[in-house]
C-alpha cells in the first residue's frame, strides 16, 4: 500500500494546476483593439445621427460572448435613448448559410436598440480595429471615438465591470475616468479553432 500513499497527495496537485491554467485563462485579456479616432468611413455600418454609437464585434461560436452580450443588455437598460449598438457577428467566407445564427445573435437581436449584421470574414471588425469577440467602441454623435474595450471583467463573467460603467459615465455625464479597459474573449483572427473555443468552455 505504501506505493499509493502519494496518490492523494498527486492528484490535489494536479487539480489545482488544472485550476490554476483555467484562472489564468480567464483572468487573461485578449488583443486589444486599435479603433481609428473618427468613425470610419468606408465603414457598411451606418452610425446613428443624433447619438452616440456602440459597435461590439463578437464571435457567435464563443461562449466567451454571452457574458459580453448580457452586459450589452444591462448597458443599453441604463442608458435608454442615448446610444444605438451595432453587434457585428464574425462568420468566414464559404461557410454554411446561418452558421453565424446562433442563440447568442437572437439574445443579441432582442436588445431594444441593438442591430446585429453578419460580418464576412470580419471585415467590418477590421475596420474597427478589432481582434478579440467582445470588443466594444464607442462614437460620440459627432463621430470622435469615445471609449474602446471590454465591458466583462474576465472571460466570461457577467457583472459588475469598469467598461460598463465607463461607457455609461461617459454617456450619462459626458466624461469618465477610464476609456480603455481589457477585453476578454475569443480570438477573431483564429475563429474556427477547435482548441481555442474547448479552452474557453472550460471556465463557464
Known sequence: MGKFKFLPVLWIAAVGAGVGLVWDYA???GVQAHP??????QSLVRPAKKLSTLVMV???QCP???ASIRELARLMAQCPGLVRAHVLFYKPRGFSP???RTDLWGEAASIPGVEVFSDIDGEEGRRFG?????QTIL???SGQLQFEGGITSSRGHSGDNFGRS???SILTRGTAELRRTPVFGCSLVTPGSEEHHAKASQTH
Not at 481609428?36 to 468611413?41: A, E, H, V
Not at 478589432?130 to 467582445?134: C, I, N, W
Open 58 to 60: 463578437a464571435h457567435p
Open 166 to 168: 465607463s461607457i455609461v
Open 64 to 66: 466567451c460572448t454571452r
Open 139 to 141: 462614437y460620440s454623435p
Open 36 to 41: 481609428p479616432d473618427r468613425w470610419p468611413s
Open 98 to 100: 446561418g452558421w453565424e
Open 27 to 29: 483572468e487573461t485579456p
Open 130 to 134: 478589432a481582434f478579440t469577440s467582445g
